[in-house]
């Protein structure tokens, strides 16, 4: 049962009258309560506002949500030569684990824990040749795809070496030159390559470049589901976007909704930039001006004749999030200042509504609200899979 908690400052001085000082009203939940979506989406109402503000949620988030689904690592030309490693973190500061992309000398890629089995020190703290992966503590030694290899000073330890010696080995997964990770995924990535194969698969994907000129990052004060909510339905492109919605047909915006992704196409208008689709695709003959997909729960894909767009969504808080947008651009696109400028001016529009509604979740007066069936199909279906995973 949801409530509220008001949390007075006691300071009154005997002279004054009515002084109280109060802290902000915050919703708070019973620890045991679940949080359900109904299926129908006619009869479905969305998360409780609560959800978007206890700090244990957020945590619960991160542990049964970020830490099993896949997570974006980045282009394979981040580590083009062989016998080289690459340390990260992934998801860094809110799933910050230590990680470390390895080329071996056969050129295979392996994602690998970048902590030493011995006494958790870090063992690249920079990209590096890993010929052989040594820990500069004590020694410990490992193989190019994080296999134990030598240990000095352990001969008369016994049962060693054993399982737990090897450093812990991620699965890592691609698509075109994409690279993603998982710390123990509870998703079929076949699935989502399936469908990108399907619809992106005419395009020279291995032949886009990022751009860092066109790349950043933007810090949105707001919980980073509901980044992903507004990310989620075309509704409010007519109130809220002027001049997308001149270059999209809004009556025939759809959305298609997959096991653990989702895909919102967008139509162009008369005379706006679309895809050349060839002939046997399953949406030839049709004005598609961008496909949007989401991976569940932070990745958007979002594809446009000149390239792919690639924004990674990272919690930081329950009311800050970084959003880190990553451009890629076909050979010989059209992609210039005046399309970095309509995304960049369609970022802060978006930043603006979610920040409103960050602030709006603190009235007392609200609890939930309602699916519009027709075109929040995919919000109700994240807030589905958010409440499936937070009960597993």
């Known amino acids: 049962m949801s409530g509220y908690q008001n949390i007075p ?27 359900q979506i109904h299926p129908d989406i006619r009869k479905a109402h969305t998360l ?24 974006w690592v980045g282009h394979k030309e981040l580590l083009p030569l062989e016998g080289h490693g690459r340390p990260f973190r992934l998801l860094d500061p809110f799933l910050p684990e230590p990680m470390l992309l390895n080329r071996d000398d056969s050129g295979k890629l392996h994602c690998i824990s970048n902590v030493c089995t011995h006494r958790g020190n870090l063992l690249l703290q920079h990209p590096a040749r890993t010929k052989q992966i040594q820990c500069l503590y004590h020694g410990r030694r490992f193989d190019q795809d994080g296999s134990f290899r030598h240990m000095p000073e352990f001969e008369d330890a016994e049962d060693f070496p ?3 010696d090897h450093l812990k080995r991620y699965p890592l997964k691609q698509w075109g030159p994409f690279l993603f990770t998982s710390i123990e995924p509870a998703i079929d990535f076949e699935n989502i390559r399936k469908e990108l194969d399907s ?51 809004y009556s025939s915006y759809s959305t298609e909704l997959f096991e653990h992704f989702n895909l919102q196409i967008g139509y162009g208008q008369k005379g706006s930039p679309c895809f050349d689709l060839p002939a046997g695709h399953p949406d030839y003959g049709k004005d598609i001006a961008a496909y949007y997909y989401w991976l569940f ?17 990272k919690p930081i808080s329950p009311t800050k999030t970084r959003v880190s947008f990553y451009t890629y651009l076909l050979p010989d696109s059209d ?15 978006d930043e603006a ?28 279906h994240f807030h589905r899979l958010l409440a499936q995973f937070l009960e597993r």
């Not at 002084?19 to 019973?30: A, E, G, Q």
């Not at 980044?227 to 509704?235: I, R, V």
Request: aromatic share 14%.
């Open 48 to 71: 409780p506002a609560s959800f978007y503000q206890e700090d244990a949620v957020f945590v619960k988030l991160r542990d049964k949500v970020f830490a099993r689904s896949w997570q």
């Open 199 to 249: 619809r992106l698969g005419f395009l020279p994907i291995g032949e886009m470049t990022l751009r860092p000129e066109y790349s950043r990052d933007y810090l949105v004060h707001a919980h980073w589901a509901l980044y992903c909510d507004n990310y989620l339905e075309g509704f409010h492109i007519p109130f809220v976007h002027a001049d997308l919605n001149v270059l999209l047909d």
């Open 162 to 164: 054993s399982a737990c």
């Open 297 to 313: 729960p932070n990745i958007m894909l979002n594809f446009y004749p000149w390239g792919l767009s690639v924004n990674v969504v």
């Open 9 to 35: 400052k006691m300071s009154i001085p005997s002279n004054a009258q009515n002084t109280f000082d109060f802290l902000p009203f915050r919703k708070t939940s019973d620890p045991l309560h679940t949080f």
């Open 353 to 380: 509504v979610v920040e409103s509604v960050q602030k709006g979740l603190q009235s007392m007066a609200y609890q939930s609200g309602r699916f519009s069936p027709t075109r929040e199909k995919g919000v109700h």
């Open 335 to 349: 992609f210039d200042f005046l399309s970095e400028g309509r995304i960049d001016k369609v970022e802060r529009e």
